[in-house]
């Protein structure tokens, strides 16, 4: 092989490399072509599942949302789910005491607080709290107190429990017919129940 014929060679080497050089390249492309599709397929196919366990669980939410939708409303109708309904309270005392032909109430309402037994109670996701309500009745006799508590819880004001009364005799003399004889001092915690609040760690 002699100079002329290197020359005439020198062109096809030329495209030979630039084939190879390009093939190459090419190889490489497809390569990380292929990684990146089979990485995005591996996303999309994540993705796909995330969505379907978010639409299973809001199927789950909405069925258990339509379960005990009825229920909860009642809660909500009786003071006991949502926000205080103190005039309800105060209603409800109201009423009572004309029922039960009482000689009035007298009554204080202490700030909201914690409800100090819940953890007793286990009540999951929801935050309990209580008003301390002190009230003063005056009575025939021993039975109008329960009578009244009774009537009061009756009137679907909200929940409460008693937590003491404290009776004493109120002296009257016996001279005037239909006038108390006894006196009650009682307090009373309505109660009532919340979500707790987003980003809020139950204590």
């Known amino acids: 092989m002699n100079a002329s014929d290197l020359r005439a060679l020198k062109a096809p080497l030329i495209t030979l490399m ?6 190459a390249w090419l190889v490489y492309y497809a390569d990380v072509t292929l990684k990146e599709a089979q990485l995005a397929s591996v996303q999309q196919q994540k993705q796909l599942r995330d969505a379907r366990i978010r639409l299973q ?8 949302i339509v379960r ?5 409303q009642y809660l909500q109708r009786l003071g006991f ?11 409800g005392l109201r009423v009572a005491n004309q029922q039960t032909r ?6 204080q309402i202490g700030a909201q607080q914690p409800y ?16 301390v309500m002190k009230i003063n009745v005056r009575l025939l006799h021993e039975g109008d107190l329960m ?38 001092d009682c307090e009373l ?15």
Do not use: H
């Not at 009482?102 to 009554?107: K, P, R, S």
């Open 116 to 131: 100090p037994y819940a953890s007793e109670l286990d009540p999951g996701q929801l935050a309990l709290y209580q008003s």
């Open 18 to 23: 630039l084939v190879i050089v390009i093939g």
């Open 68 to 72: 005990y939708l009825g229920r909860y």
């Open 147 to 184: 009578r009244f508590l009774g009537t009061l819880a009756n009137q679907g004001a909200g929940v409460f429990s008693v937590n003491e009364c404290v009776m004493q005799r109120i002296g009257t003399g016996g001279s005037i017919r239909f006038q108390p004889n006894l006196r009650a």
């Open 102 to 107: 009482l000689f009035g109430v007298d009554y």
């Open 189 to 203: 915690a309505w109660i009532t129940v919340r979500p707790v609040p987003s980003g809020e760690k139950k204590s």
């Open 81 to 91: 789910a949502g926000d205080e309904q103190r005039i309800n309270w105060l209603d």
């Open 57 to 64: 669980k809001s199927g789950d939410e909405k069925d258990i």
